[in-house]
């Protein structure tokens, strides 16, 4: 079955480090996404790709780095810059130039602790 | 102001109401408007999909996009527990990303 997964499902950050999440889509979409949800907030766009090797900054960038070397694969670095990590990240894919919705990965849960 | 206005309830109501939620935006570029449900800890699901202003129904529920007044809705009929969950309104100008309101969350109680 076709579908985005998102890796791990919780994760633990200490102070400092940086982590990586990994999303992986099997669509064919060529357009991915990286939201961050926070209770009461909503959705905010993190980083967003429309192709391969080229990506932009959303709402909230700072603090975070993305690439996106495959189709398939748009990875999300939390790096220590990053003052609040804690948070539940959710990526997202679609076809680029449709109307279509976003497609949701099931998302991971980054504590800091 | 922010550029969607969604609020975060939470509503309760009893198996079978008639629920109502609603979203209100500033910016008149808006054109694609949907509805996603996320379960908790869990990731959206697109629940409903409008294009400009009109009307569209999908079994129990159905979406409204008034344009003149940037106001967009979700009506769900005959509501059941299943439903309980946040609701999250969604909207976009041409290629750019979604704009998701706060989401509001139900619960219908059986």
């Known amino acids: 079955d076709g579908g985005i997964t998102q890796s791990p499902k919780y994760l633990f950050r200490k102070e400092g480090q940086n982590v990586t999440l990994s999303c992986e889509q099997n669509?064919?979409?060529?357009?991915m996404y990286w939201y961050r949800q926070d209770p009461g907030q909503g959705l905010r766009l993190i980083y967003y790709s429309q192709i391969v090797n080229d990506f932009q900054k959303g709402d909230i960038a700072e603090g975070y780095s993305v690439s996106r070397e495959k189709k398939e694969s748009f990875p999300l670095t939390v790096t220590s810059a990053q003052k609040n990590p804690t948070a539940f990240y959710l990526c997202a894919s679609t076809l680029w130039g449709t109307s279509y919705g976003y497609t949701f990965g099931s998302g991971t849960r980054l504590t800091v602790v | 102001q922010k550029e969607v206005e969604q609020d975060p309830g939470p509503l309760s109501v009893p198996e079978g109401a008639i629920v109502s939620l609603n979203c209100t935006y500033s910016?008149?570029?808006?054109?694609?408007f949907m509805w996603y449900r996320q379960y908790s800890r869990k990731g959206p699901e697109l629940l409903m999909y409008?294009?400009?202003?009109g009307n569209k129904e999908d079994g129990r529920f159905t979406a409204q996009v008034d344009k003149s007044s940037k106001y967009i809705s979700l009506f769900i009929r005959d509501s059941q527990p299943s439903d309980s969950a946040t609701y999250l309104c969604a909207m976009r100008a041409g290629n750019t990303p979604l704009v998701f309101g706060k989401g509001t969350r139900l619960s219908v109680i059986a």
């Open positions: 910016n008149s570029a808006f054109q694609y």
């Open positions: 669509l064919n979409h060529d357009a």
């Open positions: 409008t294009y400009s202003s």
